[in-house]
């Protein structure tokens, strides 16, 4: 029915190379819903693919469109699904496992090998003005809160993800190292996890303060400061529970075991662009250190909706700029070459 109607959809079709072109409107398949994308978050790994064309073992061969951080309204559902409505507005959780592989059955579906993934190539993102995606990670969005918050709770996931790893309590003391928008929002999935005392350092001064307005206990700059000396006063000798590195910075990885306390947790989130760094093992055994890894998420989004819904946190602090899908490349040199002004920028594909 919808097969001929055409929509606005942005194209990478080579490194630094993105255009905003017609294509046709996807149409729903019988457990599949149409979405109409209100908007869409630009993420560190889309740029890195639209600098670089590939995230280790994952290669742009093909045109693709790119984003995956996204929230819109059901416009039209197939014959099977009863779990939303047309009119629902949603947000997108952007990977669609198998469902049948022993990681998915396991509770762990982010680790399965047959995983459809937005903007992970070969799979097309939501960069447009319409997006068709199984209906059980569609996830329905109370009155409350915004469609850029909805967009936001893919990166919050991530965080949220990272706290359900390390099982983190309200009692907990927490550093959190890279203020991007991952960062930014593990110190409020944190708080979600009904933890105090946060901690986080990054070299830009604008995303310490942000991090301050955000709920950060105190902030640092690791080119500046003496971090194990500061936080060990701060926490009256009591030391950290649990480090979350989120820069991907080898030094800062490095340095996570001499942050934490003996018997903490450490939860590697962000991803060195060179993937040998150097550990202290002697250190990691003689404390006891828990290590964990943390590969996007699993079974967060529900639970991150109704808890945020019921907190006072507000995620839209960390939106920087705003653009429409026209002037998407734009959008991308802004992120790429103003990392000192800009931390999340939101696209929204129409603009009427």
């Known amino acids: 029915m919808m097969g001929n109607v ?95 592989c022993d990681y998915c059955k396991g509770g762990r579906y982010n680790l399965c090998p047959d995983v459809f993934f937005l903007a992970t190539p070969p799979d097309n993102g939501a960069w447009a003005d319409y997006i068709v995606m199984r209906s059980d990670v569609l996830f329905k969005l109370p009155d409350t809160m915004s469609f850029e918050e909805g967009a936001l709770l893919e990166p919050l996931s991530v965080g949220y993800h990272a706290m359900n790893r390390a ?57 500046e400061d003496s971090i194990v000396e500061e936080l060990a006063r701060l926490t009256d000798h009591t030391g950290i529970d649990v480090v979350i590195e989120s820069s991907g910075n080898h030094s800062s ?28 093992v002697d250190k990691i055994i003689d404390s006891e250190l828990n290590i964990y890894g943390v590969f996007r998420y699993a079974n967060t989004y529900a639970a991150a909706i109704q808890a945020y819904a019921k907190s006072d946190l507000n995620m839209s602090e960390i939106i920087t700029h705003q653009f429409d899908l026209q002037h998407i490349s734009e959008a991308l040199q802004l992120c790429r070459t103003q990392k000192d002004k800009a931390i999340k920028v939101m696209i929204y594909p129409r603009s009427e």
């Open 167 to 223: 099982n983190v309590r309200p009692s907990d003391k927490l550093f959190i190292t890279g203020l991007g928008p991952i960062g930014l929002l593990a110190i409020q999935a944190a708080k979600l996890f009904g933890v105090q005392e946060i901690y986080a350092s990054d070299v830009v001064a604008f995303r310490r303060e942000v991090a301050l307005q955000m709920g950060a206990t105190a902030v640092f700059n690791p080119l």
């Open 253 to 280: 990885i490095s340095s996570t075991v001499n942050v934490v306390k003996r018997g903490g947790r450490i939860v590697f989130v962000g991803l060195p662009p060179e993937n040998k760094v150097l550990l202290d």
């Open 6 to 100: 055409m929509m606005n959809a942005a194209v990478m079709k080579e490194k630094l190379h993105i255009e905003v072109e017609k294509m046709e409107r996807p149409v729903p398949g019988p457990d599949e819903a149409l979405i109409k994308v209100a908007c869409i978050g630009i993420c560190g790994s889309d740029i890195h693919y639209y600098e670089h064309g590939r995230i280790g073992r994952y290669v742009v061969e093909e045109p693709l469109i790119l984003g995956h951080e996204v929230a819109g309204t059901i416009v039209q559902v197939g014959a099977n699904v009863s779990n939303v409505a047309v009119g629902d507005r949603v947000a997108i959780e952007p990977g669609v496992p198998c469902g049948r």
